[in-house]
């Protein structure tokens, strides 16, 4: 993956959970223990 794809994917990412942390936490916790 491009260097500009990866920095865009991370601040696109930053961005969903700074507009809603509670479901970014949900979702990674998700993706973490399988859920």
Do not use: H, S, W
Not at 2 to 20: H, K, M, S, T, W
């Amino acid at each position: 993956m491009a260097p500009d794809v990866l920095y865009q994917r991370i601040a696109d990412e930053e961005r969903a959970i700074r507009a809603n942390p509670a479901e970014a936490v949900g979702t990674l916790a998700r993706k973490i223990f399988g859920g």
